[in-house]
């Protein structure tokens, strides 16, 4: 059984939602992506035939082959940009979820070993 079923139990019903809705986006899109893909995948090869055909581009070989290859090149292409610009778009609901069960470290007053030049400025600001 997938972990989708059984989240922890740290998380809210809202956070819970938020997970799923974002999950659903990204199927939902990358579906809609392959369904226009291949369909510009038929457009194009039915042009390119077109074109062939009128001596206005070069002559190459088109059949079925090459037909089934351009829908499936322009269908997967079309769910993977789909999937990954939902993604990127909905990650940004993602992040207080990523913070639920980090543990936050605070570190000592003397002990500046693990922190950046940039922390160390930060904890002097706030010294200050």
Known sequence: MSRSFTPPDTLSQDEIRTIADVRRDIWT???RGMGYGA????????ILSFLVS???VPKMK???NTATFTVLLCASLGSFLAATVTGKNAVHNL???FEVGAVKRLPKPGDDSELSEYQKNLEQAKAN
């Open 95 to 97: 992040h207080p979820i």
């Open 54 to 56: 009128r001596d206005i």
């Open 29 to 31: 899109n990358s579906f």
């Open 39 to 46: 369909a510009t995948g038929v457009a194009g090869h039915s």
């Open 62 to 64: 088109l059949n079925r």
